[in-house]
C-alpha cells in the first residue's frame, strides 16, 4: 500500500489536472463553436432572397421584415434568457439555444410556405439570441483569469461566423439549390452541441453546489435584478448605441456611396471595407480592456472614429470614400467592449448572464430603430444630413454611456441589484 503524499497520490494528482485540462479544452472549444453558430441563420440568407423568392412568396417589404427580425429577437432573447437562468445551467441553455437553432434552421430549409420559413427563421434566431446571452457568463464561469483573450477570441470567431456563409451562400446554391444553402448550417449547430453535453453536470448537481455554498455563507439565495444598477443601464446603452449605428451603416452605407457616384460594386467595397475591420478590433480590445483599471479611453477613440467616418461621409462621400468607410467601421470597437465589460464588471457568473441578457435585450432592442429611423429621416429630407445629425446624437449618449460603465465597479455592488430570495414550498429553489 502507498503511503500518503507517494507515487499513488501523485498518479491521482497528475489525473485530476490532464481531466481539468481536458474539460477546458472541452469548454473552450464549446464557447467557439457556439460563437461561430450565432450569426448564420442572419447572413447565410441575404445573398439568396431572389433564389428562395422564386419558390416563396418574399416580396420586397418581406425582405425588409426579415432584416428587423433578428435584432428584434435577439433582444427578445436577451430578456427572456436570464429568466431561464434561475432554472437551468448555463450548459444546459447552451444545448437548448443551439437545438432550437438547429430545428429552426432545418424547418426553414424544408418549408413549404412563406409563414412556415418564417416560423423557423423565429425559432434560429431566437436560439441564437439566447446563444448571444450565455457566451459571457460561460467565459466567467470556466475561464475567470482569461476573460479578456476569451473574450478576444469568441468575439473574432463570431465575425468569422459573420463573414463565411454569405461567401458560401452562392456557390453552395449553385450546387445543390438554396434549401441545401440555408439548410446545412443546421448541422454545425448539432455539432456545438457535443462539447456541452461532455461537461453537463449531473442532475441536481449545479443545484446542490448552489445549496452548499449558500448554507455555508449562512443567508438564502440571492436573484440579480440588473436594472436596478445605473452602471447596468449605461451598459446596456452602450451596446445598443453601438449596435444602432453599426446596423444603420450596414443599411445604409452603400445607398450613401451610390449617391455620391460610386458604383454598386464599389459601393459593396465600401461595407466591406467598414465590416471587416471589425475582425482585428475583437482581437485587440478585450485584450487591451482586460489590462486597463478604466477602458474609457477605448470609448473615446470609438467616438472620435465615428465623428470623423461620419463627417467625411457627410460632406465629401465622393472623396477618399474608403477612409471614411474605414473611420466610421472603427467606430464600433465599443462592440467587443461592451462584452467584455459584461465581465469585467460581475463578480459571478450568475450576474454575468443577468447582466448579459439585460445589456443585450435593452441593446438590440434599441437597435432595431437605427436602420428604419435613418431611412424614414433620408425619404422626409431627400438627404443624409438629417441622419447623420440623428447618429451624432446617439454619439453623445454612448459617450456618457461609456464614461459610466467604464469606471471601475462591480455591479453586483449596486445597491438592491443582488437581492435576498426567501423560497418557500416543496421541491428545489431556482439556480440564480
Not at 507517494?6 to 481536458?22: I, K, V
Not at 445589456?359 to 424614414?376: D, E, M, N, R, S
Request: net charge positive.
Amino acid at each position: 500500500m502507498s503511503e500518503p503524499g507517494t507515487r499513488a497520490d501523485e498518479t491521482d494528482s497528475a489525473g485530476s489536472r490532464r481531466t481539468l485540462g481536458r474539460g477546458r479544452l472541452l469548454t473552450g472549444a464549446g464557447i467557439l463553436i457556439v460563437a461561430f453558430t450565432l450569426r448564420t441563420a442572419v447572413t447565410s440568407v441575404s445573398p439568396l432572397t431572389g433564389a428562395i423568392s422564386h419558390d416563396l412568396f418574399l416580396p420586397t417589404w418581406l425582405v425588409g421584415v426579415l432584416g428587423m427580425i433578428p435584432t428584434a429577437l435577439f433582444g427578445i432573447a436577451g430578456l427572456v434568457t436570464p429568466l431561464l437562468m434561475r432554472r437551468w445551467s448555463v450548459e444546459a441553455l447552451a444545448v437548448a439555444a443551439m437545438a432550437a437553432a438547429a430545428l429552426g434552421q432545418a424547418v426553414r430549409a424544408l418549408a413549404p410556405e412563406t409563414g412556415v420559413f418564417l416560423a423557423g427563421s423565429a425559432l434560429a434566431l431566437a436560439g441564437m439570441g439566447a446563444g448571444n446571452v450565455v457566451l459571457p457568463p460561460m467565459v466567467k464561469k470556466y475561464f475567470p483569469h482569461r476573460i479578456g483573450l476569451m473574450t478576444a477570441l469568441y468575439v473574432t470567431v463570431i465575425s468569422l461566423g459573420t463573414t463565411v456563409p454569405p461567401l458560401l451562400a452562392v456557390p453552395v446554391a449553385n450546387a445543390g439549390g438554396w434549401r441545401l444553402s440555408i439548410g446545412w448550417w443546421a448541422l454545425v449547430n448539432v455539432v456545438a452541441v457535443v462539447p456541452w453535453l461532455t461537461v453537463w453536470p449531473p442532475r441536481g448537481a449545479e443545484r446542490k453546489a448552489h445549496a452548499a455554498r449558500a448554507a455555508s455563507a449562512g443567508g438564502p439565495r440571492s436573484v440579480v435584478r440588473p436594472w436596478r444598477s445605473p452602471a447596468a443601464w449605461a451598459l446596456a446603452l452602450m451596446f445598443g448605441i453601438t449596435s444602432l449605428n453599426t446596423y444603420t451603416m450596414f443599411a445604409w452605407l452603400p445607398q450613401i456611396a451610390t449617391g455620391a457616384g460610386l458604383s454598386t460594386g464599389q459601393a459593396g467595397v465600401q461595407l466591406a471595407i467598414f465590416s471587416g475591420i471589425g475582425l482585428p478590433l475583437s482581437l485587440v480590445v478585450p485584450l487591451l480592456a482586460g489590462r486597463m483599471r478604466n477602458p474609457f479611453p477605448i470609448v473615446a477613440f470609438g467616438l472620435l472614429s465615428f465623428v470623423c467616418g461620419y463627417l467625411g461621409l457627410w460632406l465629401a462621400p465622393a472623396t477618399a470614400t474608403w477612409l471614411w468607410s474605414l473611420l466610421a467601421g472603427l467606430g464600433p470597437a465599443t462592440f467587443p467592449l461592451s462584452l467584455v465589460l459584461i465581465n469585467l464588471r460581475t463578480r459571478s457568473h450568475r450576474a454575468s448572464g443577468a447582466v448579459s441578457g439585460f445589456a443585450q435585450g435593452v441593446g438590440y432592442l434599441l437597435a432595431c430603430a437605427g436602420p428604419l429611423f435613418a431611412g424614414i429621416l433620408h425619404d422626409a429630407t431627400g438627404g443624409w444630413t438629417a441622419t447623420f445629425a440623428f447618429l451624432g446624437l446617439t454619439l453623445v449618449v454612448l459617450a456618457v454611456a461609456g464614461w459610466v460603465v467604464c469606471r471601475p465597479r462591480y455591479i453586483d455592488d449596486d445597491p438592491g441589484v443582488v437581492e435576498a430570495l426567501q423560497f418557500q414550498g416543496r421541491g428545489a429553489p431556482p439556480v440564480i
